[in-house]
């Protein structure tokens, strides 16, 4: 397989993921990669994915936790805000609860932080593989199985049940087949 020639449109993408990349582990926000390299947001956000995607070995695992440390980090500075006593201020100050003569406590900061330590640990669930999805398996009856027709028998149970209201029994043998 030939390799893609310097210039090449592949090999410019390449830079500019990489490029993407570092200016993302020097903690610029995709808004400020995009304003340097002159694209969208969304392209900004894609080429750091692409660059991601294009590490291999040591470097990778090394990215990896440091992702993980960047999501610890921001998780202990959100249960700092989830910790603290947040007042309702207003023009005049501090609202006073009525009935127990304290200042009234503000549940928004504190709503806030548990929804920002919640993506948090999605994040985190999606970094690690946690949230991989599930495997299903879908099968096909053509109808002529054993499965099948007993399948179709316990669909017309269920409708005589619904017809009679009563209680569900085995059909008898005397008893017509529903079409």
């Known amino acids: 397989m030939a390799r893609p020639k310097r210039g090449s449109q592949e090999v410019d993408q390449a830079i500019l993921d990489a490029q993407a990349l570092e200016l993302r582990y020097k903690e610029m926000s995709y808004r400020a990669i995009a304003q340097a390299q002159g694209c969208s947001h969304q392209a900004a956000y894609d080429r750091v994915k692409r ?9 990778a695992r090394q990215r990896f936790y440091e992702d993980l440390a960047d999501l610890d980090a921001l998780e202990a500075m959100a249960n700092e805000v989830l910790e603290r006593e947040h007042i309702v201020v207003r023009e005049k100050g501090a609202i ?84």
């Open 51 to 59: 660059a991601k995607g294009r590490l291999a070995g040591p470097e």
């Open 96 to 179: 006073v609860d009525p009935r127990t003569g304290k200042p009234l406590l503000d549940d928004a900061p504190v709503l806030q932080a548990i929804a920002t330590i919640l993506r948090i640990k999605e994040r985190r669930a999606k970094q690690i593989g946690y949230d991989a999805p599930a495997r299903s398996e879908v099968t096909h009856h053509d109808g002529d199985s054993e499965l099948d027709r007993e399948i179709a028998g316990l669909l017309g149970q269920m409708e005589r049940v619904a017809k009679s209201k009563g209680p569900l029994a085995p059909p008898s043998k005397t008893e017509p087949a529903h079409t």
